[in-house]
C-alpha cells in the first residue's frame, strides 16, 4: 500500500491503513484526540467544526463499538451522520457497490466510513470516489482497522507515556486479525521497544518474521516482564476448516487468567479491543479487574475517531481552538 492516503502536502485525505504513515501523523492524530478528549465531559458535547459536512456509515459488516462511536464522534464535530442500512438498502435487489457509492456521493456526501468483510474494500471505494470524498476504513476483512489501532495507541500513551520503553504483547487470533496487524504497524512506527505475539502455530500469518515481531508459543514465557497485553478474539468466522482443538483447549494455554498474568509487570495494562469471549480469551475476572483498560478504550475510540475525520476533512485544530 502505498500512500494514495495523503495528499501531495502529506495530509490525511483518507485512513485506509496505518502502513507507510510516518510518526508525525500517528503523533499528531493522538494529539488532536488529547484536545477532543475533554468535550466529553462537557455538558454541551459539541463543537461545530465539521457543520455542514455529511458522513455516511457504510458498514457492510456487524459492529457495535466502531459504528456507534464514528457515529458519535461525528455528531460531536457537529456533522450530519447518515447510517446507511445494508440489509434495507438497495445493495439487497442488486445494486452494485460501486453505483451505491455513485448515488450517495450524488447526494453530496463528504465521507464513507467503510466497515467490509473483503481486505481491500475501503481502498477499492477510495480509488474510485469523487476527489472530495474521503474514506475511513473501519476494518477490511483480515487486512486493517487503523481508528482501532490508533485507539489503542491513545490509551498506551495515556498509561504509560514514553513507547521505546515498552514491551507489548499480543495474544491470540494473530491470524485473522486486522487489528492485530494495524496494531504492530503502529507500535513499529511509534518505536516500540519489543512487540511480542503469543499464539499457537496454526493462529499465527504465514510471514510472521518480517512484521519485527518475536513469536512465542508459550504464555508464560511471551508474558515475562511485558507492560501491554493486548487479547485477541478468535474470529471463529474467518476460520476454514479446524484451526484449534477447541475454545476450552484454547483458553486452557492461552486465555489471560489472573495465574497468567502475574508473569507481566506488576503494573502491566490488559487491552482487548472487543467484542470479547469471556473464558475463550480472557476470564472475567481479568477483563473486569484492576488493570483493565477495555472499556477505556472504547471511550478513547471516540477522540480519535473525531481527530482522523477533522484531520481528513482539513479542519484545522486553530479552527477547534478558536471556537473553545
Ligand atoms: N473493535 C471493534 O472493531 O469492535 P466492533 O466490531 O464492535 O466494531
Redesign the pocket.
Known amino acids: 500500500m502505498t500512500n494514495n492516503q495523503l495528499t501531495d502536502s502529506g495530509q490525511l485525505r483518507h485512513f485506509l491503513t496505518i502502513e507507510g504513515l510516518k510518526k508525525p501523523l500517528l503523533t499528531e492524530i493522538m494529539d488532536r484526540a488529547e484536545q477532543f478528549s475533554s468535550i466529553s465531559s462537557r455538558q454541551v458535547k459539541k463543537v461545530p467544526l465539521l457543520r455542514g459536512k455529511t458522513i455516511v456509515n457504510l458498514f457492510f459488516e ?6 456507534t462511536t464514528f457515529e458519535i464522534a461525528a455528531k460531536r464535530l457537529s456533522a450530519d451522520v447518515i447510517n446507511l442500512n445494508i440489509s434495507t438498502s438497495a445493495t439487497s435487489k442488486g445494486e452494485s457497490l460501486l453505483d451505491t457509492l455513485h448515488n450517495l456521493e450524488a447526494m453530496h456526501s463528504d465521507m464513507f466510513v467503510v466497515r467490509h468483510n473483503e481486505s481491500g474494500a475501503a481502498e477499492f471505494i477510495a480509488q474510485h470516489v469523487a476527489p472530495h470524498v474521503s474514506v475511513i476504513n473501519a ?1 477490511d476483512g483480515c487486512h486493517a ?1 487503523p481508528t ?1 489501532a490508533m485507539l489503542d495507541m491513545f490509551t498506551i500513551r495515556r498509561h504509560k507515556q514514553h513507547f521505546p520503553d515498552l514491551c507489548v504483547a499480543i495474544v491470540g487470533d494473530i491470524l485473522h486479525s486486522r ?1 492485530a496487524r494495524s496494531q504492530i504497524q503502529a507500535l513499529a512506527t511509534l518505536g516500540v521497544g519489543e512487540i511480542r505475539v503469543i499464539a499457537p502455530k496454526t493462529l499465527l500469518p504465514a510471514d510472521c518474521q518480517t512484521l519485527g515481531v518475536h513469536v512465542y508459543h508459550d504464555m508464560e514465557a511471551g508474558l515475562e516482564g511485558v507492560d501491554i497485553i493486548i487479547t485477541l478474539r478468535l474470529q471463529l468466522e474467518r476460520m476454514e476448516g479446524a484451526m484449534l482443538p477447541s475454545a476450552r483447549e484454547f483458553f486452557h494455554s492461552y486465555g489471560l487468567t489472573e495465574e497468567k498474568l502475574l508473569f507481566a509487570k506488576p503494573d502491566a495494562i490488559v487491552m482487548h ?3 470479547i469471549n469471556r473464558g475463550v480469551e480472557i476470564a472475567s475476572t481479568v477483563a473486569d479487574g484492576p488493570q483493565s483498560v477495555i472499556l477505556e478504550q472504547v471511550t478513547h475510540g471516540i477522540a480519535v475517531r473525531m481527530a482522523v475525520m477533522s484531520m481528513a476533512l482539513g479542519s484545522q485544530p486553530e479552527q477547534y481552538e478558536a471556537m473553545t
Open positions: 456487524n459492529s457495535t463499538r466502531t459504528r476494518g482497522h482501532q487489528v479491543p472487543g467484542p
